[in-house]
């Protein structure tokens, strides 16, 4: 196993409260998904 490093991303906060909070992790859901096949499951159950 090899040791995991720091995401290649920052974030920065803002003097504002926005509903952003909720959607900042999806892209990392989206990667996830598509490293585990979860589009090609999707798309030969769905279609």
């Known amino acids: ?3 995991q490093g720091v ?3 920052e ?3 803002q ?3 926005t ?3 909720a959607t900042v992790g999806f ?3 989206l990667d996830l998904a598509q490293v585990g096949g979860m589009r090609d499951a999707i798309r ?3 279609m």
């Open 1 to 3: 196993m090899t040791a």
């Open 7 to 9: 995401p290649p991303f």
């Open 11 to 13: 974030e920065k906060e």
């Open 15 to 17: 003097g504002r409260v």
């Open 19 to 21: 509903g952003l909070t």
């Open 27 to 29: 892209p990392a859901y």
């Open 44 to 46: 030969r159950h769905v």
